[in-house]
């Protein structure tokens, strides 16, 4: 695509040439740059992070100890998990994008607070670190969610992973103090509540999940800090603490935290949805109130988590239905979206094909979450593989989808530059489908009755297995290739113009990449956002690819 | 041809962002969304709490009697006139008297040292009794079983607690150097009701704090 046509030249130096030298970028306020900066992280630690998932995959390739002992096996899943999780999933969409976008999208010069915003970026850094250092030289091997009692009895030093992890909690509820009070008190004259663009209202939905639930984590992990070091003895039987209490405390902040993770990632195909299929929202209230509903029902599930703990009956219906719940709003979002591309102009692109495997996917795994959260029926999946391909599904399949999207959606809005568009689309196409490739013969796997956290299996399993790993590869493979050519874009991709996918979004009416203060003068916002014109009569799509 | 989304909409010299006003109230907001937080930081202890009442209940109605119900009342004392102070302090500071309010704050932070003078003295004496948590609970006059779980969770609220009281300590200083600098006056003085609303939030959480544990 030629480069668009803009009014006339840019009217000052872009947000990445307002400054130079790496000091200046060290030191910035700017929540562009911060974002930026978040990102470049998150990408590192998603390459750790998958790293560690194909050395996983390799050793389950065979039956049997193939490339790695079964202790080492354990520390790699626990790499694994604590990096994807912790490091990666939940700051994932807000800390990067959101930061990027979200003053853009109120018409705000900055964050509320852009000193903390920076703080926020050096405590999760420096919480990286930590957790990082504390699991390699630790050798941790509890998994990512430190269940007692054996976390506070295995040999291993978990100290620094909790507190490395408390840390980087603390980035978050800065992040979403921060983000809150910037929807608060930010918005341009004429951005009402009802014409917040719909990315904002995800993340404000989180930002509320994230304060809320955090503390709650953070507490936690000081809780167990302290039972390794002084023998608190509260989540030890054998001193009258009940281990029970600890996964209680935990999934009531880590049943919101997968919240945490899917509702950004909802706000981002809002976005796109509109975007691509050029019409406005099948109903921007649902999706709002949807969006407030997820946030809120979140906190009332953690006890499916502990259907086989020896819960009271009652107990177990009433989190059975609460669970329900949830997927009745996730629903109502999946409604939404087709009923926005329903008749729409529909334009194949590259984030659009994300969109695409983010619906299916999240349809697909949240289908298995209505399944494990029937009790009778998560008796026979409890802590098997039925389980993990759930939580991939809907955690990798649909936040990574929607991350990716949100990468190729903003692209040229954050540095002002396209790529390859054929590339694009058939790389998504690949990554999708090594992503069903490598998890869908797991719920097989569990249904069978392969545990999960195992690395060795009999022989029937076998076939299941290689699949999977097979399907892992081309995934991988699959991360390489966008790797290679958003690299290249950078430098060498067609210069996009302010808004190259014609999109009504906000964020579309600064100059791409945005100036320093995101918009030469305070712009004025006289229609809703995602206001797309009635779709022409001759059903022409208004854009050429 | 793209659909460019039509010409850049400008409000000529409009300028909602950056002005005071909105500064202020984003400030007080997130302090707000902040002080949210925290509580639900001793909330996890709280639920530990009820949890374990529940379990131990008689332990849990003992326990006080092995208090010094006098210190943790003379504390409670302290904690609820240091308040007082610090917001005659932001009265002050609000009013144009800056070095009122610094002595306010002066007082105040000889109130908070007051405090946690007190709390070390308690300490000593459980740490004499082997009052201690977990592992190392070796009080003899109160073994029931249980009865080291109402220790450690004493321990942890109140030394959670008793970080806060130091922090705030930390927090209150530096504003009353900021006060007697003459940054912080008639004219701007958000840091100053921020800090006093911290310290507002740790007397808050210690009334709820002294009769789960020394009163019950
Ligand atoms: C929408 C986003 C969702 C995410 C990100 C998510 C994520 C997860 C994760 C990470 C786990 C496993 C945690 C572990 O033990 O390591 C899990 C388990 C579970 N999920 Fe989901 N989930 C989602 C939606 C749902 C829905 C809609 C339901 C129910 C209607 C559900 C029901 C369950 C149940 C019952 C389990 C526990 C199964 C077991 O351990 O036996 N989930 N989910
Ligand atoms: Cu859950």
């Known amino acids: 695509m030629a480069p668009s046509h803009d009014e006339g030249a840019p009217l000052g130096p872009s947000y990445l040439d307002a400054e130079r030298g790496l000091w200046s970028w060290l030191t910035t306020h700017d929540h562009k740059r911060i974002g930026v900066m978040f990102l470049a992280v998150l990408l590192l630690m998603f390459l750790l992070g998958g790293v560690f998932a194909l050395a996983l995959r390799v050793e389950l390739l065979t039956p049997g100890e193939t490339v790695m002992g079964r202790l080492a096996y354990n520390r790699a899943f626990t790499v694994h998990g604590v990096v994807m999780v912790w490091l990666f999933l939940i700051p994932s969409i807000p800390a990067s994008f959101g930061n990027f976008l979200l003053p853009l999208m109120l018409g705000a010069r900055d964050v509320a607070f852009p000193r903390l915003n920076l703080a926020s970026f050096y405590l999760y850094v420096l919480g990286a670190v930590m957790t990082l250092w504390g699991i390699f030289q630790g050798g941790v091997d509890t998994g990512w969610t430190f269940y007692t009692p054996y976390s506070t009895a295995t040999g291993r030093d978990l100290l620094p992973v909790l507190v490395g992890v408390f840390v980087v909690g603390f980035s978050t509820i800065l992040t979403g103090i921060n983000f809150i009070t910037t929807v608060h008190t930010m918005r341009a004259p004429g951005i009402t509540w009802m014409k917040v663009p719909l990315f904002v209202w995800a993340l404000y939905g989180t930002s509320i ?77 649902v999706i709002v109130w949807s969006t407030v509903g997820i946030a809120f029902v979140g906190f009332l599930t953690w006890g499916h988590h502990m259907f086989v703990s020896g819960q009271s009956t009652f107990g177990a219906g009433a989190f059975s239905l609460l669970s329900m719940l949830v997927a009745i709003f996730t629903a109502m979002k999946i409604f939404t979206w087709l009923g ?172 791409s990449p945005p100036p320093e203060f995101n918009f030469h003068a305070p712009p004025i916002f006289p229609r809703p956002p995602h206001e797309y014109g009635p779709p022409r009569a001759d059903g022409e799509v208004d854009h050429a690819a | ?90 009265d002050a500071v609000r009013g144009g008297k800056e070095f009122v309010s610094a002595a306010l704050l002066a007082l105040t932070v000889v109130m908070g040292i007051a405090f946690l003078s007190i709390k070390a003295a308690e300490y000593a004496k459980h740490v004499r009794d082997g009052a201690l948590p977990g592992a190392w609970y070796a009080y003899e006059a109160f073994a029931a079983p249980g009865a080291n779980l109402y220790f450690t969770l004493y321990w942890v609220m109140t030394g959670v607690h008793a970080v806060h009281v130091l922090v705030g300590v930390g927090v209150l200083v530096t504003l009353m150097l900021r006060t007697l600098s003459g940054e912080l006056g008639a004219r701007f003085h958000t840091p100053l009701e921020l800090g006093g609303m911290y310290w507002h939030l740790v007397d808050v959480v210690w009334l709820f704090l002294w009769p789960l544990l020394y009163l019950a």
């Open chain 1, 209 to 285: 999940i994230q304060v809320l639930a955090t503390p709650v984590l953070g507490m936690v992990l000081v809780l167990v800090a302290l039972e390794r070091v002084a023998g608190a003895g509260l989540f030890d039987p054998a001193r009258g603490g009940d281990p029970l209490l600890y996964q209680h405390l935990f999934w009531f902040y880590s049943h919101p935290a997968v919240y945490i993770m899917v509702l950004p990632g909802m706000g981002v195909i809002s976005e796109t949805v509109c975007a691509f299929s050029r019409k406005r929202p099948f109903s921007y209230r």
């Open chain 1, 340 to 511: 926005t591309l329903y008749r729409g102009s529909l334009w194949v692109s590259t984030p659009f094909a994300y969109v695409l495997g983010f619906i299916f996917l999240l349809f697909f795994g949240g289908m298995s979450g209505v399944a494990v959260a029937v009790t009778s029926a998560d008796l026979h999946w409890h802590d098997t593989y039925f389980v993990v391909a759930h939580f991939h599904f809907i955690m990798v399949g649909a936040s990574l989808m929607a991350f990716l999207a949100a990468l190729h959606y903003w692209f040229p809005k954050m540095w002002g530059r396209r790529y390859p568009e054929g590339m694009g689309i058939g790389t998504a196409v690949l990554i999708i489908f090594g992503f069903i490739a490598t998890f869908l013969p797991q719920f097989l796997l569990g249904n069978q009755g392969m545990p999960r956290r195992y690395a060795d299996y009999p022989e029937s399993f076998q076939p299941l297995h290689v699949a999977s790993t097979a399907g892992a590869s081309l995934l991988g493979f699959g991360f390489v290739i966008v790797a290679i050519y958003l690299g290249w874009s950078l430098r060498y991709g067609s210069v996009a113009g302010r808004n190259p996918w014609g999109s009504e979004g906000y964020e579309w009416l600064s100059d």
């Open chain 2, 1 to 90: 041809m793209p659909h460019e989304g039509g010409a850049r909409p400008v409000a000529p010299g409009a300028s909602h962002f950056g002005d005071e006003s909105s500064r202020q109230d984003a400030a007080h907001l997130g302090m707000w969304i902040f002080i949210a937080t925290e509580v639900l930081l001793f909330a996890v202890l709280f639920t530990a709490y009820a949890f374990y009442r529940l379990t131990y209940p008689e332990v849990f109605q003992q326990g006080p009697a092995h208090m010094d119900v006098f210190l943790g009342t003379l504390n409670t004392f302290v904690l609820v006139s240091s308040s007082i102070l610090v917001a005659l302090a932001v």
